[in-house]
């Protein structure tokens, strides 16, 4: 069985544990960073794991990845996904990779704040990646390696502020506002034989208990062994570094399809933009403050739960 991880704090400490059964058992010893709490432990020295217990009632959980890991981003990862944003999937042909800040990471039932200044907020359910090891050079991954370079899994959901991404084009800007990055609740970490389900996990996300994405990993794009040979030729990693996958189908965003974007570049930008806006003010699914949204990832034979992420969405204080 994998083994699932929390981290949190309990009586002014942080510490990190085992959960089983809605019970955690605490591993000892300190570990400053998500890289350092990978470098000392395996999958197998904490799966026969005993001691203190505490319960979820006792403690506050964290996000599993700390906030002096990398935060590296796949866009557009799922076929459906990418109609949706505009893009010809017989068409494009490459990895979209991008960064979110670290400051946006936060814990799994954080709530979700909205700028003032946002009017279009997005959601996005994501499989993360959390790595295992240095990386610093080019490496061959594969689905027979790729064990010794993922260390376990977590739920991301990407936020997103479509008014400041698309027209400025800067994702960085319009996914790294402040609690964008929720992670957890729990880090699942994989022996050797469990990477298989990387490619059958079910991703699901609610707004308000109605089901908006709801997906399968066996439908990304660029699988995690492609993606990490390609991005470990041009960038080092650390233990503990975060990789979301993409998201699948369902957000909020509507954009042109691709002959209606040819045809809105021979328009003045600011036409263009005032025509997407106003496309984007139709669409009653973005967030609004008052929306709770809902989010798990589990494999179909109960072997990896990732949780549930719960977020209130409420205003900038």
């Given at each position: 069985?994998?083994?699932?991880?929390?981290?949190?704090?309990?009586?002014?400490?942080?510490?990190?544990?085992?959960?089983?059964?809605?019970?955690?058992?605490?591993?000892?010893?300190?570990?400053?960073?998500?890289?350092?709490?990978?470098?000392?432990?395996?999958?197998?020295?904490?799966?026969?794991?005993?001691?203190?217990?505490?319960?979820?009632?006792?403690?506050?959980?964290?996000?599993?990845?700390?906030?002096?890991?990398?935060?590296?981003?796949?866009?557009?990862?799922?076929?459906?996904?990418?109609?949706?944003?505009?893009?010809?999937?017989?068409?494009?042909?490459?990895?979209?990779?991008?960064?979110?800040?670290?400051?946006?990471?936060?814990?799994?039932?954080?709530?979700?704040?909205?700028?003032?200044?946002?009017?279009?907020?997005?959601?996005?359910?994501?499989?993360?990646?959390?790595?295992?090891?240095?990386?610093?050079?080019?490496?061959?991954?594969?689905?027979?390696?790729?064990?010794?370079?993922?260390?376990?899994?977590?739920?991301?959901?990407?936020?997103?502020?479509?008014?400041?991404?698309?027209?400025?084009?800067?994702?960085?800007?319009?996914?790294?506002?402040?609690?964008?990055?929720?992670?957890?609740?729990?880090?699942?970490?994989?022996?050797?034989?469990?990477?298989?389900?990387?490619?059958?996990?079910?991703?699901?996300?609610?707004?308000?208990?109605?089901?908006?994405?709801?997906?399968?990993?066996?439908?990304?794009?660029?699988?995690?062994?492609?993606?990490?040979?390609?991005?470990?030729?041009?960038?080092?990693?650390?233990?503990?570094?975060?990789?979301?996958?993409?998201?699948?189908?369902?957000?909020?965003?509507?954009?042109?399809?691709?002959?209606?974007?040819?045809?809105?570049?021979?328009?003045?930008?600011?036409?263009?933009?005032?025509?997407?806006?106003?496309?984007?003010?139709?669409?009653?699914?973005?967030l609004k403050i008052g929306d709770v949204v809902e989010a798990s990832i589990r494999s179909g034979d109960g072997v990896i739960d990732l949780g549930l992420q719960?977020?209130?969405?409420?205003?900038?204080?």
């Amino acid at each position: 069985m994998a083994t699932h991880v929390v981290r949190f704090i309990y009586q002014h400490k942080i510490q990190w544990g085992v959960i089983r059964q809605q019970r955690i058992t605490v591993i000892p010893g300190q570990f400053a960073s998500t890289g350092d709490f990978i470098r000392a432990n395996t999958d197998s020295s904490l799966m026969e794991l005993q001691g203190d217990e505490l319960s979820l009632d006792q403690i506050t959980l964290l996000s599993p990845v700390t906030r002096d890991q990398q935060f590296v981003c796949q866009g557009a990862n799922y076929r459906q996904h990418m109609i949706e944003s505009g893009m010809d999937p017989d068409v494009k042909h490459f990895n979209m990779i991008f960064t979110k800040a670290t400051s946006c990471i936060v814990a799994a039932d954080s709530d979700l704040i909205k700028p003032r200044h946002v009017r279009f907020l997005d959601y996005e359910i994501e499989l993360g990646l959390v790595l295992k090891q240095e990386i610093k050079e080019k490496a061959q991954v594969t689905d027979s390696n790729l064990h010794e370079f993922v260390a376990g899994v977590v739920i991301v959901n990407d936020y997103s502020a479509r008014d400041v991404q698309i027209p400025q084009m800067q994702f960085y800007k319009g996914k790294s506002y402040r609690t964008f990055g929720p992670v957890g609740p729990y880090l699942c970490l994989l022996a050797p034989n469990e990477m298989k389900y990387l490619k059958t996990l079910q991703l699901r996300l609610t707004v308000n208990e109605e089901v908006r994405q709801n997906d399968n990993t066996a439908n990304l794009v660029f699988g995690p062994a492609e993606t990490l040979s390609e991005l470990s030729g041009l960038q080092d990693f650390a233990a503990g570094d975060l990789i979301a996958t993409g998201t699948p189908s369902g957000c909020a965003l509507t954009v042109p399809s691709p002959a209606k974007q040819r045809l809105g570049a021979l328009l003045p930008d600011a036409m263009k933009w005032k025509i997407f806006l106003k496309a984007q003010a139709a669409r009653t699914q973005y967030l609004k403050i008052g929306d709770v949204v809902e989010a798990s990832i589990r494999s179909g034979d109960g072997v990896i739960d990732l949780g549930l992420q719960r977020n209130h969405v409420v205003g900038e204080a």
